[in-house]
Structure formats: structure tokens, C-alpha cells
């Protein structure tokens, strides 16, 4: 199951913008890029819709450590996501024209628009909202807005 994981990831890179592209770093940063969107996607997924944020008789530490373990694999995989658009977009923009001038430009203006939105949402959670739940404030909150980032890095 895993080696066929693995091929099928490799494939995906093949023929999405990596394939296209010569040279050897075009396919391990694409691979890279879809494991820090697996990452951050799944944190999010789990976080969102598994976590017990309203089950009786589970502490607000427990589930403070939980989404404080989470939010910390989210955002490295964000972190990576970030850093490989920059080169995707570096290695296909040849210039501030390009980005409103080709299909390619202007999608990644929405996309970046986008992941600007969400990254609000999940930067307010971690740096607030988790946080707060040491100081007693419910988990319900945090858990509504992490669903809301969940629904929003699906638009991505």
C-alpha cells in the first residue's frame, strides 16, 4: 500500500507543473509541496471534525495539548507549502506582467488570495484562540473556527 502511495504521488508530480518543467529540483519540490498540503490538510481535517471538542469529561487540557500538537504540524506544513510556491511561482513568473497577462498569473493571484484568507483564520487560531484555552476559555470556539479553516483550505 505504501509503494503504491508512493508511485501514485510520484505520477501526480509527473504531470502536474513539475512535469513540465526540466531539471531535477521541479520534481522533489513539487512532492514536497503536496506533502505540506497532505500535512497542513490533514491536521486541519482531523482538528476539525475528530477532535472531541464538546465530549463531557474531556479536560480542556487534554484537549488544549491535542490542537496545541496539531496546530504545530500545520503550521510546518504550511511553512513547506509556502516556501514551495515561492520557488513554483519564482521558477514560472518571468515578471510582474506575467501575473496578470497568463492563465497561470492570474490564477495564482486567486490562489494567493485565497491562502491569504485562511492563513488569517489559522494564524488567529493559533496565536489566539489556543492560547485562550488556557486561560478557560471553551474549546467550542476554537473548534467552530477551525472548522471554518478547514472549509476555507478546500477552496484552495
Not at 513540465?20 to 503536496?34: C, E, F, K, M, N
Request: net charge positive; hydrophobic share 55%.
Amino acid at each position: 500500500m505504501h509503494e503504491r502511495t508512493v508511485r501514485n504521488s510520484h505520477t501526480l508530480s509527473l504531470v502536474s507543473h513539475a512535469g513540465a518543467q526540466s531539471g531535477v529540483l521541479p520534481l522533489p519540490v513539487d512532492l514536497v509541496h503536496l506533502a505540506g498540503v497532505a500535512g497542513w490538510g490533514g491536521a486541519l481535517v482531523y482538528g476539525a471534525w475528530l477532535l472531541p471538542w464538546r465530549v463531557s469529561g474531556v479536560t480542556g487540557a487534554a484537549v488544549e495539548h491535542a490542537v496545541g500538537r496539531l496546530s504545530t504540524v500545520g503550521f510546518w506544513s504550511a511553512m513547506l507549502v509556502a516556501a514551495t510556491g515561492v520557488y513554483a511561482s519564482l521558477s514560472r513568473v518571468w515578471g510582474p506582467r506575467a501575473l496578470v497577462d497568463t492563465p497561470y498569473g492570474r490564477v495564482l493571484l486567486v490562489k494567493l488570495a485565497a491562502v491569504t484568507v485562511v492563513a488569517v483564520v489559522a494564524a488567529t487560531n493559533r496565536w489566539v484562540l489556543l492560547p485562550s484555552l488556557a486561560r478557560g476559555a471553551t474549546a467550542p470556539r476554537l473548534g467552530r473556527s477551525v472548522k471554518i479553516e478547514s472549509m476555507l483550505l478546500l477552496i484552495v
